[in-house]
């Protein structure tokens, strides 16, 4: 029987080789397609692996803290800022003991303190001038939102500087100058009057938080005698919101590396308290490190202006009020410009903060007389899923001034644009037992070196070192912002909020938050913890594997203590597009695109990857089943007369079932030899992450496909009968039918002459089309389900390639089988071709007949597989509109690349002539 089964296949080699190839091809691309699936999974699993894991898995907060949108999966990257109290030390300290807990770094937002910085402007040479007494007047015009909103100018004060000699210390002069002091200006006829005067009393009160009226009541004054060039100097003062945190140092080191990215001074104690101060021992000294960096986008346009002469005199008259109305109404000329940035003030202000407190004055910097908390923003939905702002009105009342003799303390000025937050105010108590309390930087961080600090990229979780990156959602927006993101300003209510720049220990911050220091702290002393970020300890085994200790970690907090707790281990950014209002000041309204939190992205990815793998495997392995059982059942129809003569002869039908089967199995055998050379070869060409050795495979898939193909073409072979031998190859035409007027027509007749023939060679292309529509669905489906986050669109990026060669490979098998479908038909129809021709028929009229016949055929057989390809995928994905667009896809790459494969078939059989048509197998 073997030797009878390779003859048979020696010496049909026409018909041997057509059934070869499919079984070569579709060996080969379900070991490509399979090969193809393992390596998109595992480039998946890599690819979360690397990016699954930021600096804390955990996020605790008080219950119903957490703000979302649309999904509870999605949280606001900065809103720890906002997250000001709720969680109290018992419960932190009952955390950071649980099992699998490996640290537990806490977070107290104690709120904003208002600092003002005194930057030095230095004058030019040319504007200081090189002789005689001069009169400048320092002004300065603020701008925000990267130069897009412009606040009102306002004198700083003024410069004066004399070639007479100056004492510098403070002065007392007689009673006709006023209840003043300031430096003592010698004249040259002896006299000597005060300058820079500055008053002894309470002083006025300011109409507004926002008002600049009094900048010309203060002066700098300097001698020209033994001053050296660029020493002249006028003085900005710039307030500025500083938000302060309270931390554990031990476990912020441990979780985030802070001690480690101490720039300067030194990092703070483990047990660090507060220091007593002062003579009665009621003040506190609250240690703090800064951060170097500001993230203030606030600019200062400083102009420098010279007065006349006339201006000199004013100065000499040692009266406050009589020199700022003066200098007020002198003309004016430019004589330097100065952009003065938040960086700046930010250094000097640090500067100040680590004065000593040893010496003859505190630092106003120093000495906290009241502070804010900023609450969270509230959105709405707008067009196009947009988020929308609600507005704040916040009252003039909470810029109230602890200090007596003032009302209102000086506000920054962005603090006057458009709000979204609401603000609380906390003053010192007046009649308080708590005492007074002074913050001192003890050291200066660089965020910068803490890890993760960018937030950008898969896996990093919600920030507290950084502000949040706002840019342009649109040309216009980008356009306006000059291509640069949008940066916090001194506006505590606006939207873009700072990080912490100052932190302190917790005992630090509990000073900060004592109801009899400060009143309206008892909830915040109660429980002052905002968040505690957790990293567990302990992990092992595959990445799910990590996320379910995450998990069951996160369940024993919500039971331990009732509070909230957000898995920010796989974790991504997700871009959120948000409509920033028009503001007061000259900022157009924009649409910025911000990046919140998605939680649990790892998870779906994880899920949805496994799941499509096992969808994809069976796909490939029923539309490799199917391609070949068409293939083998075409081949066998076409061999009807020589199996029905071997029924005839005598043979069984054990013998023609073994018959048929055995040469399936041993083109088979010979389809995975060569199948496994040409597969290593694709698999190094095709750049698939696999080893060589997984080409081996192609000689048990070969043999495996051709036995499970050759099953139900070897059955109905059995079944022949003798009569066989003598049935014809079509059925005969049906009188009375319509009369045939072109070619398109003919071509219809004959394919309903030969159901059984359209049949098989649809039913292959239709399998292919269909699996190829659920293919794509499927990954279109995978990037919906997975979400638009960076970590899925790392892991689409980085699968795309393999896509793109498993949708090739599928189109290529569902060509192939078509092409080998027609090969075989047109064996079948050797006579019928002849016949037509040996009666004139040109070989183009016979080539257009077989075309019409193939793309009716095509046509056909893929719009029913993209039917049927639609309904699978619908039921396993939904209908969404990217599977829609994947099953037209496929149905219109089934046509064009199988009416191509049948056509390069026709054109090669059309050529031979027409003995070697009307010939057997040759």
């Not at 190839?21 to 999974?41: K, M, N, P």
């Not at 290593?680 to 036995?707: M, Y």
Request: net charge positive.
């Amino acid at each position: 029987m073997i030797g009878l089964v390779w003859q048979n296949v020696r010496f049909s080699r026409g018909r041997a080789l057509a059934l070869g190839a499919g079984l070569l091809v579709a060996a080969v691309a379900f070991s490509l397609l399979t090969a193809s699936v393992d390596a998109a999974s595992a480039r998946i699993k890599g690819v979360v692996g690397a990016n699954w894991r930021g600096a804390y898995d955990l996020l605790v907060v008080p219950r119903g803290s957490v703000r979302s949108t649309t999904t509870e999966h999605l949280v606001q990257v900065n809103y720890l800022s906002a997250n000001t109290s709720g969680i109290t030390l018992a419960q932190y300290r009952k955390i950071a003991v649980l099992p699998g807990v490996g640290v537990a770094a806490p977070l107290e937002i104690v709120g904003y303190v208002l600092e003002t910085a005194s930057v030095p402007v230095t004058l030019s040479p040319a504007a200081a001038g090189t002789s005689g007494a001069r009169v400048l007047v320092v002004t300065s015009h603020y701008t925000a939102d990267n130069g897009l909103s412009s606040f009102p100018s306002y004198a700083e004060g003024y410069v004066y500087v004399t070639p007479d000699q100056v004492t510098p210390l403070l002065q007392a002069l007689p009673s006709e100058h006023g209840n003043v002091t300031g430096p003592l200006e010698h004249l040259p006829d002896g006299k000597s009057v005060i300058i820079c005067p500055s008053s002894n009393g309470a002083g006025a009160q300011l109409p507004s938080p926002f008002a600049r009226d009094f900048g010309l009541q203060n002066g700098s004054c300097y001698s020209r005698t033994g001053q050296g060039a660029g020493q002249v100097q006028g003085y900005v003062q710039w307030s500025f919101p500083v938000l302060v945190a309270g931390i554990d140092p031990r476990a912020e080191n441990e979780l985030t590396g802070l001690g480690k990215a101490v720039s300067s001074g030194r990092y703070l104690g483990e047990s660090e308290r507060p220091a007593r101060y002062g003579t009665a021992g009621n003040g506190l000294v609250v240690p703090v490190i800064g951060s170097s960096l500001s993230f203030d986008g606030d600019s200062d346009q400083v102009t420098v202006s010279s007065l006349p002469a006339s201006a000199v005199p004013q100065v000499r008259s040692g009266k406050q009020e009589q020199i700022a109305r003066s200098l007020a109404a002198d003309p004016r000329t430019v004589v330097q410009k100065v952009t003065l940035t938040g960086a700046q003030a930010w250094a000097d202000l640090l500067e100040q903060l680590k004065a000593p407190l040893n010496g003859p004055l505190i630092s106003q910097a120093q000495s906290v007389g009241q502070y804010w908390t900023a609450g969270p923003v509230r959105y709405r939905t707008g067009p196009g899923g947009a988020l929308g702002l609600k507005t704040v009105s916040n009252p003039v009342s909470v810029w109230s001034a602890s200090t007596s003799g003032q009302q209102y303390v000086t506000a920054p000025q962005a603090a006057q644009d458009t709000g979204f937050r609401p603000l609380t105010e906390y003053q010192a108590a007046t009649h308080g037992s708590g005492g007074y309390v002074l913050i001192r930087a003890v050291g200066e961080f660089d965020p910068a070196k803490l890890g993760g600090f960018s937030g950008a990229g898969p896996g990093s979780p919600l920030a507290s070192y950084r502000a949040p990156a706002l840019t342009g959602a649109d040309p216009a927006s980008r356009r306006l912002l000059g291509g640069q993101p949008l940066l916090p300003d001194g506006n505590m209510a606006g939207y873009a909020q700072m990080p912490p720049l100052l932190y302190t220990t917790l005992e630090g911050a509990a000073a900060l938050e004592n109801p009899g220091v400060f009143t309206g702290t008892t909830a915040e002393a109660a429980a002052p913890i905002g968040s505690i970020r957790v990293r567990v300890s302990g992990l092992r085994g595959s990445v799910r594997e990590r996320l379910d200790k995450i998990g069951a970690v996160a369940a024993e907090i919500r039971a331990a203590t009732g509070l909230e707790v957000v898995v920010t281990a796989g974790a991504s950014p997700h871009l959120v597009t948000v409509d920033l209002p028009q503001g007061k000041f000259g900022r157009p309204a924009l649409a910025l695109d911000e990046y919140w939190t998605q939680t649990a992205v790892a998870l779906v990815v994880l899920n949805q990857a496994d799941r499509e793998s096992l969808a994809l495997f069976v796909l490939i392995l029923l539309v490799c089943g199917f391609f070949l059982g068409a293939a083998s059942l075409a081949s066998v129809r076409g061999r009807s007369a020589e199996i029905g003569t071997l029924r005839a002869v005598g043979w069984g039908r054990g013998q023609v079932f073994a018959f048929t089967l055995g040469e399936v199995a041993l083109l088979g055998l010979i389809a995975g030899i060569v199948g496994a050379g040409v597969s290593a070869v694709l698999i190094v060409l095709l750049g698939l992450k696999v080893p060589l050795t997984r080409s081996l495979i192609e000689l048990p898939v070969a043999l495996i496909l051709a036995l499970l193909a050759g099953l139900v073409p070897a059955g109905l072979a059995a079944r022949a009968q003798p009569t066989d031998a003598f049935a014809g190859a079509v059925w005969a035409p049906r009188r009375g039918g319509r009369r045939i007027r072109n070619m398109a027509a003919l071509a219809v007749t004959g394919l309903a002459r030969v159901p059984g023939r359209c049949v098989l060679a649809g039913a292959g292309l239709a399998l292919g089309v269909a699996g190829l529509a659920v293919l794509l669905a499927a990954h279109a489906s995978f990037s919906t389900s997975i979400g638009d986050s960076e970590l899925a669109g790392l892991v689409t990026a980085t699968t795309r390639t393999t896509d793109l060669i498993s949708a090739a490979l599928t189109v290529a098998l569902s060509a192939a089988g078509l092409a080998d479908v027609t090969y075989l038909n047109l064996r079948e129809r050797s006579a019928e071709l002849a016949a037509l021709a040996a009666s004139g028929w040109s070989r183009r009229q016979i080539g257009r007949l077989l075309g019409y016949e193939a793309l009716l055929t095509a046509a056909a057989g893929s719009t029913a597989g993209g039917v049927a390809g639609l309904a699978a995928a619908g039921t396993a994905f939904g209908i969404t509109s990217g599977v829609i667009e994947g099953v037209a896809g496929a149905i219109l790459g089934g046509v064009l690349v199988s009416v191509l494969a049948c056509l390069i078939v026709l054109t090669v059989t059309t050529r031979r002539p027409i003995a070697a048509v009307l010939a057997a197998d040759e």
